[in-house]
């Protein structure tokens, strides 16, 4: 046999002595004690995501599918997230309460999905049924719970994954102004921060090394779950924002909406333990994806298409010309009087014979704007009114009107959902005065409001619940109550065929001072 080389003898004997000492130090560890661990993951944030289409640049199902499918495909642990708000209000969701969205997103399913309060626009029952078909494998919401205090069938409060010995929880928490914002029925929401930050705890003493909440929760809360110091990183959503922070300790990231932006978080952690204690250390670098950059997926882009064919036939009918131009931005139509808001308003007292109807601003979903001269269809009518809401006739008095306006009016500034938009009355508003006291003088039908008397209001049926706060309704006589009544935008459907022309303009109904 051929001897070694000089030079290959010292290499073995250096391999040797390094196996040697190698064995030594893994003899000398106490038993039990964790070695050091490395783990590389990546989160990809999405949340609020209603429209099927997008627009013609960015955003809509099949450019978020060609995203997740991209970044799935680099290998790696790579956990797809959804922050919630999606089975409404898309444009077919008034027709089959969201089924159609849970088929969309189950070719490409998030690995973890929370509820945002749009997933109760249809009741409890058909929130259980959208959940049960979603196949995402965590689905999370740690402050929901059935009537009897049980979990909702199929979800957990948190999970816990290990990747290369480092154990990451995930807690998930859902809107918790959801009774007030949608229609939950009879399940039961405990408070977000409170419950995120309990489980959190949970995890943090069985071991779990990294904490990440998902949550659909408002900038207020965002910015308090942050201070709490409870969690490592923050996936966000409800707001629309497009939001990143990072103050050394925790990480928060919102993706703004409609998949326009998809958020991914790489992160490295590290955890050894040292002298008997955990040590972990994490760094995050943040990538923004633009989704106009990508090629919608085929196959999501195939079943898009299908939806869009099945809306055209039904939608794309022309009911009347717009002689003005209509604006349904949420920030005109969230601060102040909106012709478009007038429309609405309008179809609905037509419809009922109320004395005065009142709409909420944030049920206006459209977020466009509309030129003179421009053809107004069935389709424009349902991009407005997504929700399916159903237009109430309730007696009450002058009184119950006053508290509903100076509700409406309670978040000026803010963007409130609330923000009433009327038909029948003007009034007019001192913003200077605090909050239920700002309404200086209401006029119906031109004479000033009688507090005592008893007038005809049509309202929709989310706040004939309580929605926005218009708790004030709750206990009206119904005179056409939402068993018989009809479908919101088909009253307005009807309203703008039966007049062939959209004139409604800024008229001087609120007058905000």
């Given at each position: 046999?051929?001897?070694?080389?000089h030079?290959?003898?010292?290499?073995?004997?250096?391999?040797?002595?390094?196996?040697?000492?190698?064995?030594?130090?893994?003899?000398a560890?106490?038993?039990?004690?964790?070695r050091?661990?490395?783990?590389?993951?990546?989160?990809?944030?999405?949340?609020?995501?209603?429209?099927?289409?997008?627009?013609?640049?960015?955003?809509?199902?099949s450019?978020?599918?060609?995203?997740?499918?991209?970044?799935?495909?680099?290998?790696?642990?790579?956990v797809?997230v959804?922050?919630?708000?999606?089975?409404s209000?898309?444009?077919?969701?008034g027709?089959?309460?969201g089924?159609?969205?849970?088929?969309?997103?189950?070719?490409?399913?998030?690995?973890?999905?929370v509820?945002?309060?749009?997933?109760?626009?249809?009741?409890?029952?058909?929130f259980?049924?959208?959940?049960?078909?979603?196949?995402?494998?965590h689905?999370?919401?740690?402050?929901?719970?059935?009537?009897?205090?049980?979990?909702?069938a199929?979800?957990?409060?948190s999970?816990?994954?290990?990747?290369?010995?480092?154990?990451?929880?995930?807690?998930?928490?859902?809107?918790?102004?959801?009774?007030?914002?949608?229609?939950?029925?009879?399940?039961?929401?405990t408070?977000?921060?409170?419950?995120a930050?309990?489980?959190?705890?949970?995890?943090?003493?069985?071991?779990?090394?990294?904490?990440?909440?998902v949550?659909?929760?408002?900038r207020?809360?965002?910015?308090?779950?942050?201070?709490?110091g409870?969690?490592?990183?923050?996936?966000?959503?409800d707001?629309?924002?497009?939001?990143?922070?990072?103050?050394?300790?925790?990480?928060?990231?919102?993706?703004?909406?409609?998949?326009?932006?998809?958020?991914?978080?790489d992160?490295?952690?590290?955890?050894?333990?040292?002298?008997?204690?955990?040590?972990?250390?994490w760094?995050?670098?943040?990538?923004?994806?633009d989704?106009?950059?990508?090629?919608?997926?085929?196959?999501?882009?195939?079943?898009?298409?299908?939806?869009?064919?099945e809306?055209?036939?039904?939608?794309?009918?022309?009911?009347?010309?717009?002689?003005v131009?209509?604006?349904?931005?949420?920030t005109?139509?969230?601060?102040?009087?909106?012709?478009?808001?007038?429309?609405?308003?309008?179809g609905?007292?037509?419809?009922?014979?109320?004395?005065?109807?009142?709409?909420?601003?944030?049920?206006?979903?459209?977020n466009?704007?509309?030129v003179?001269?421009?053809p107004?269809?069935?389709?424009?009518v349902?991009?407005?009114l997504?929700?399916?809401?159903?237009t109430?006739?309730?007696?009450?008095?002058?009184?119950?009107?006053?508290?509903?306006?100076?509700?409406?009016?309670?978040?000026?500034?803010?963007?409130?959902?609330?923000?009433?938009?009327?038909?029948?009355?003007?009034?007019?508003?001192?913003?200077?005065?605090?909050?239920?006291?700002?309404?200086?003088?209401?006029?119906?039908?031109?004479?000033?409001?009688?507090p005592k008397k008893?007038?005809?209001i049509?309202?929709?049926d989310?706040?004939?619940?309580?929605?926005?706060?218009?708790?004030?309704?709750i206990?009206?006589?119904?005179l056409?109550?939402?068993?018989?009544?009809?479908?919101?935008a088909?009253?307005?459907m009807?309203?703008?065929?039966?007049r062939?022309?959209?004139?409604?303009?800024?008229?001087?109904?609120?007058?905000i001072?």
């Amino acid at each position: 046999m051929q001897l070694l080389s000089h030079r290959v003898r010292h290499a073995f004997a250096r391999a040797a002595a390094a196996l040697v000492v190698a064995g030594l130090v893994a003899a000398a560890l106490p038993a039990g004690l964790a070695r050091a661990a490395e783990a590389k993951l990546t989160f990809l944030l999405v949340n609020d995501i209603y429209k099927i289409d997008g627009d013609k640049k960015r955003g809509g199902f099949s450019r978020l599918a060609a995203i997740a499918r991209a970044e799935k495909a680099k290998g790696g642990t790579v956990v797809y997230v959804h922050g919630g708000d999606t089975i409404s209000p898309s444009l077919m969701s008034g027709f089959d309460r969201g089924a159609h969205i849970v088929e969309i997103l189950n070719i490409v399913p998030p690995d973890v999905f929370v509820p945002g309060n749009h997933e109760f626009d249809f009741g409890p029952q058909v929130f259980r049924e959208r959940m049960a078909a979603l196949k995402s494998p965590h689905k999370l919401a740690a402050n929901l719970r059935e009537p009897n205090g049980e979990p909702v069938a199929g979800f957990k409060d948190s999970s816990v994954i290990e990747v290369d010995g480092v154990k990451i929880g995930i807690v998930g928490v859902t809107a918790d102004d959801s009774p007030n914002k949608s229609s939950p029925g009879d399940l039961k929401f405990t408070d977000l921060i409170r419950t995120a930050t309990a489980e959190a705890r949970k995890l943090k003493s069985g071991g779990v090394d990294f904490v990440v909440l998902v949550a659909h929760a408002n900038r207020v809360q965002d910015f308090a779950l942050i201070q709490s110091g409870a969690f490592d990183l923050i996936l966000s959503g409800d707001d629309h924002d497009l939001a990143l922070m990072f103050d050394g300790r925790t990480a928060m990231v919102e993706s703004k909406e409609e998949g326009e932006y998809v958020t991914a978080v790489d992160l490295t952690i590290n955890a050894e333990d040292r002298g008997g204690r955990r040590t972990v250390t994490w760094w995050p670098n943040f990538r923004i994806m633009d989704s106009a950059t990508v090629a919608p997926d085929p196959e999501t882009e195939a079943r898009v298409e299908t939806y869009r064919k099945e809306l055209s036939r039904e939608l794309d009918v022309e009911i009347a010309k717009l002689a003005v131009p209509l604006d349904s931005r949420s920030t005109t139509v969230r601060t102040g009087e909106a012709a478009i808001g007038n429309l609405i308003a309008d179809g609905m007292r037509w419809a009922t014979g109320a004395d005065i109807a009142i709409t909420n601003g944030g049920g206006i979903r459209g977020n466009k704007q509309y030129v003179a001269g421009a053809p107004f269809s069935r389709r424009d009518v349902l991009v407005e009114l997504p929700f399916g809401n159903r237009t109430l006739l309730l007696a009450d008095t002058g009184d119950t009107i006053l508290a509903a306006l100076e509700n409406g009016l309670s978040q000026l500034g803010e963007t409130g959902g609330r923000f009433p938009q009327i038909s029948g009355a003007t009034v007019e508003v001192d913003k200077s005065k605090p909050v239920g006291s700002r309404v200086v003088s209401v006029k119906i039908g031109g004479e000033p409001l009688d507090p005592k008397k008893t007038y005809k209001i049509a309202i929709n049926d989310f706040m004939g619940r309580g929605g926005d706060n218009y708790r004030m309704f709750i206990k009206s006589k119904p005179l056409l109550g939402e068993r018989d009544s009809k479908l919101m935008a088909n009253d307005v459907m009807a309203y703008v065929k039966e007049r062939g022309t959209v004139d409604q303009t800024v008229q001087g109904r609120i007058v905000i001072k």
